[in-house]
C-alpha cells in the first residue's frame, strides 16, 4: 500500500516536475524581517486571498444575478430574500471590495515607504500599479450593478467625471455609458467588464506580479544607508 | 549596470541564504492574518449586509448621490475647483498621480531605501496621505446637497407598477419613454384619483376608444399607480399663486429675472424638488434645513394657499 503511494508519486513528479515547483515557490528562502515590521510583509498575500474570497462569492452571485434594467434590481433582492445565504454571500463580496481596496493601498504604502520598488524589482512595482488601478475599476463597475437608487446615481457621479478628461472624456463616457445617457445599455457593459474584462486582465497581472515575487525574492527590510569610511 | 546593482545582488544572495524558509515560516504568518481578515469580514457580512436601496429611478432629481468611500476625496476634491477648473482635480491630478507612482521606480533610482535616507519622497507620501485622509473625512462630513424626504411608500410602489408594466414603452414622463401614448407630467395633473383608478381597470370606460390595453391589476397596484401619477402630475395652480409669490417671496427669490437674490433661485425648482418638499419648505424651513435663513410661512398663510403656491412651484422647470 505504501510503495503504491510512493509510485503513484513519483509517477505524478515524472510527470509534471511537482516537487521542483514545490521547491521553487515554498522552500524559496525569504531574507528575515525582526519585529512587528515582519507582519507588513503580510498585506501582499491578505490581498490576493480577498480577491480569491472576491472570485468566490462573485462566482456564486453571477448564478443568481441578471444583468438588465428590468430584472437586475429584482435578482439581488431574490438573492438576499430566497438564496441559501445569499444575503451572507453578498456581504461577504460588498466588505471585500472595500477591504480590497484597503489592503492593497496597504501594501503599497508597504513598499513605497521601504523603499521595494527599487532595483531590481522595478517591473513588480509597475504591474503592481496596474493591479491597483484594476481593483478601483472592479469597485467602480461593480457599485452598479444592484441598480438601486445607490448604485445608479453614484455612477452618473461617476461617469460624468469621466466625461471632463480634455479632449477624450466624451468618447470615453460615452463607451462607458453605451449612449448618451447612463440607462438600458450601459448595464450589461459594467458587467461585462465586471465580470469578465477585469478579472482577467486581474489574473493576467496577477501572474506576472507573483512570478516577479518569486523570481526576485522578497525584499530585505531596509538598513539606513552607510556613509563612506563607516564599518558594515 | 549600476556598480551598486552588484553589490545589492551579492548582499541580498547573503541575506536570502541566511533567511528562512518560505514555508512554514511565512506561510504560517500570512494564514494567520487571512483567517484573521475573514473573520473580521465574516462579522461585519453577518452584522450589516450589503444594503439595498429602493430601485434606480433615472428621473428622480432628489437623490443625494454619493460614491463609495474610497472615491469620496475625488468628490471632495471637485469642490475646490469651480466650474470649468473641475477637470483639474477630477482628471488631471489623479492621472497625474498615477503617472507619477507608475514612473516611481524609474524617478527614485539610487541605492537609499530606508525612509529617513529619502526625507522628499518619504514626506510626499505623508503629505498624499494626508491629503487624501482629510479630503474622505471632509467628505464623510459635509452636509447632503438636497435634504432627505421621506417618500410616500405608495408612490414608491405606484412607480415599481410602473416600471414592471413597461408603461414607458408607450408613455413618457419629463421627456423619457416611448411617444405613442400621452407624457403622463402633462396630462395626468388635470384627473382626480377616482377618474384614473377607473381608467386603470378599463381605460374604454372613460376615453372611449383609447388604445391602451386593459391591465389586469390588483386593486391596491390600482391605487399605488394612481398615487404615483398624481405625484408626476403637474397639479393646476390658480392665477392667485403666482401674485402670493410676489408678495411674500420675491424679496428674496427670484423667479425668471423678477425677484430678490438673498435666496436661492426658484426659476427651476420643479426640476429639483416635489410638490411635498415645497410644501415643507414653505410651511417650516427649518423641519428640512435646521440653519435656514427663511421664516415659516405656516401661520402667516393658509394650508390651501401654501397648497397652491407648492403647485406652482412645482411646476417650474418641468
Sequence with gaps: MKNALILARDWIVERTGFDRVWEVLFERHVPEAKGPAAWLYTLGSASLFVFLVQVVTGSLLAMNYVPSPDHAYDSVRFIGEKVLCGSFIRGLHHWGASFMVVLVVAHMLRIYFMGSYKYPREGTWMVGVVLLLLVVGLGFTGYLLPWDQKAYWATAVGTNIAEQTPFIGPLVAKVLKGSSELGAATLPRFYALHVLVLPAAMLLGLGVHLFLVVWHGISEPPERARRPGEAP | ?318
Design chain 2, 1 to 318: 549596470m549600476s556598480p551598486w546593482h552588484e553589490e545589492y545582488r551579492r548582499r541580498y544572495a547573503r541575506l536570502k541564504g541566511a533567511g528562512k524558509s518560505f514555508f512554514p515560516h511565512a506561510v504560517f504568518k500570512d494564514a494567520l492574518v487571512a483567517f484573521l481578515i475573514f473573520a473580521a469580514l465574516s462579522l461585519l457580512a453577518w452584522k450589516f449586509g450589503a444594503g439595498l436601496e429602493s430601485l434606480a429611478d433615472p428621473t428622480d432629481a432628489t437623490y443625494n448621490p454619493r460614491p463609495e468611500w474610497y472615491f469620496l476625496f475625488l468628490f471632495q476634491a471637485l469642490k475646490a475647483f469651480p466650474g470649468s477648473l473641475e477637470s483639474v482635480a477630477a482628471v488631471v491630478l489623479p492621472g497625474a498621480a498615477v503617472l507619477g507612482l507608475l514612473l516611481l521606480p524609474l524617478i527614485d533610482r539610487g541605492p537609499e531605501r530606508h525612509p529617513f535616507d529619502r526625507p522628499l519622497l518619504t514626506g510626499l507620501g505623508i503629505l498624499g496621505l494626508i491629503v487624501v485622509g482629510s479630503l474622505t473625512v471632509a467628505g464623510l462630513r459635509s452636509p447632503l446637497v438636497n435634504p432627505i424626504e421621506e417618500k410616500d411608500p405608495l408612490v414608491a410602489a405606484g412607480r415599481r407598477v410602473y416600471q414592471d408594466m413597461n408603461c414607458a414603452y408607450c408613455h413618457k414622463i419629463r421627456g423619457k419613454g416611448g411617444v405613442v401614448g400621452p407624457e403622463l407630467d402633462k396630462v395626468v395633473g388635470g384627473e382626480s384619483v377616482e377618474w384614473l383608478e377607473k381608467h386603470f381597470r378599463d381605460p374604454k370606460s372613460v376615453v372611449p376608444g383609447s388604445a391602451m390595453p386593459q391591465l389586469h391589476l390588483l386593486d391596491d397596484e390600482i391605487a399605488a399607480l394612481a398615487a404615483y401619477m398624481k405625484s408626476i402630475g403637474d397639479e393646476p395652480f390658480t392665477k392667485e399663486a403666482p401674485r402670493l409669490f410676489s408678495e411674500h417671496c420675491a424679496a428674496c427669490h427670484k423667479i425668471g429675472r423678477e425677484g430678490g437674490e438673498s435666496g436661492p433661485d426658484l426659476s427651476l425648482i420643479g426640476s429639483a424638488r416635489d410638490k411635498a418638499a415645497l410644501k415643507r419648505a414653505i410651511a417650516d424651513p427649518t423641519s428640512l434645513n435646521p440653519a435656514a435663513a427663511m421664516p415659516a410661512f405656516k401661520d402667516q398663510l393658509t394650508d390651501v394657499q401654501i397648497e397652491d403656491l407648492a403647485r406652482y412651484l412645482s411646476s417650474l422647470g418641468r
